[in-house]
C-alpha cells in the first residue's frame, strides 16, 4: 500500500490590472461642460447632491446636511468653511493621490464651495472607470511539490488489559486492603 501524498502548494493563476490614475485633478474647477448632468444636479440642488456624492465616496448618506442649510436660493454654509465639504476634498486628494494641500482645499471650499463639489464628483465617476486590464493572461507556478507521508510500521499488540470491577461503596475498605487492627510482626516489641 503506498503512502498518502499531501499536495503543499497548488497552481495559481495570476492577472496583472494596471490602473490609469492621474497625478492631479482629472478636470479643472470651472470644467461644469465635462459633466453637465453634475453641474445641473448640484444647480438645482446642492444639499441633493451633496448627499448624493458622499454616498458614492462610501459614507454616510446625511453627513453633509451637518454643514448646510437649504432656503429658496439654494445652498448656504452655516460657516465660513463648511468642515463637511473641506474634508470631502482632502478625503478624495487622500484616496486617490492628488497633489495639495489643506489650504488650497479651504480656499476652494470657500469662495467656490458648489464648483468644488462639482469637482469632486467628476473625479469619482472618472476614477470609478479608470481601470484598464492589460495583461489578463493565466500563468501556472511550477509543479506543486508533494511530501510523501513516513510509513508507520504496525506496533505489536499489548497483552489483554484486566476488566475493571466494581467500585467500593464510599467508606467501605477494599477487599485487598489490609486489615488495620493487624500489625506486622516486624514491628512488634
Known amino acids: 500500500m503506498a503512502a498518502p501524498v ?3 502548494s497548488q497552481p495559481q493563476v495570476t492577472t496583472t490590472v494596471i490602473t490609469n490614475q492621474q497625478k492631479g485633478w482629472s478636470t479643472g474647477i470651472c470644467d461644469c461642460c465635462d459633466d453637465l448632468g453634475i453641474c445641473c444636479l448640484a444647480a438645482w440642488c446642492m444639499p441633493c447632491f451633496m448627499c448624493k456624492t458622499v454616498d458614492e465616496f462610501g459614507e454616510c448618506l446625511c453627513l453633509p446636511l451637518l454643514d448646510t442649510s437649504c432656503n429658496a436660493c439654494g445652498y448656504i454654509s452655516l460657516g465660513p468653511i463648511p ?7 482632502v478625503g478624495i486628494r487622500e484616496r486617490y493621490g492628488i497633489p495639495g494641500s489643506i489650504c488650497s482645499d ?10 468644488g463639489w462639482c469637482q469632486i464628483a467628476r473625479e469619482m465617476k472618472k476614477r470609478k472607470n479608470a481601470v484598464t486590464v492589460i495583461n489578463a493572461t493565466t500563468s501556472i507556478l511550477p509543479h506543486p511539490t508533494y511530501v510523501a507521508q513516513p510509513h508507520y510500521v504496525a506496533q505489536s499488540p499489548y497483552g489483554a488489559q484486566p476488566a475493571y470491577g466494581a467500585q467500593p461503596a464510599y467508606g467501605a475498605q477494599p477487599a485487598y486492603a489490609p486489615d488495620p487492627n493487624q500489625v506486622a510482626p516486624a514491628y512488634q516489641k
Not at 468642515?83 to 476634498?89: N, Q
Not at 479651504?106 to 464648483?115: A, D, E, G, L, R
Request: hydrophobic share 50%; aromatic share 10%; glycine share 0%.
Open 6 to 8: 499531501v499536495v503543499v
Open 83 to 89: 468642515p463637511i465639504s473641506l474634508a470631502m476634498r
Open 106 to 115: 479651504c480656499c476652494m471650499m470657500y469662495w467656490c464651495n458648489c464648483c
